[in-house]
Nanobody, 113 residues
Framework: QVQLVESGGGWVQPGGSLRLSCAAS????????MGWYRQAPGKQRELVAT???????NYAESVKGRFTISRDNAKNTVYLQMNSLKPEDTAVYYC???????WGQGTQVTVSS
């Protein structure tokens, strides 16, 4: 069973950037779809972006053009590059191995001035 650990969250001013990382304990090559989700206070968890083993990507409308998901199978790591951050991007961000229904513990992202 793969385990996922997110890192890279923190506080940033509006317009700033952060890069989140999700490290898998085992080989990620066998996992077809990896995803990033987020959950803001009082709201349901929502899908942010996904990436397949073949590097096909999909994004929520709210982050298109600002966020980029990528994966490095050799390093067993998935990334989420977040640019032009807005206060409404504030949330706990979770990594998920979608095939295996496995979640990471989450990392907090706060966007405020």
């Amino acid at each position: 069973q793969v385990q996922l650990v997110e890192s890279g969250g923190g506080w940033v001013q509006p317009g700033g950037s952060l890069r989140l990382s999700c490290a898998a304990s085992g080989s990620m090559f066998s996992i077809n779809v990896m995803g990033w989700y987020r959950q803001a206070p009082g709201k349901q968890r929502e899908l942010v972006a996904t990436i397949t083993r073949g590097y096909m990507t999909n994004y929520a409308e709210s982050v298109k053009g600002r966020f980029t998901i990528s994966r490095d199978n050799a390093k067993n790591t998935v990334y989420l590059q977040m640019n032009s951050l807005k206060p409404e991007d504030t949330a706990v961000y979770y990594c998920k191995a979608i095939d295996m229904e496995t979640w990471g513990q989450g990392t907090q992202v706060t966007v405020s001035s």
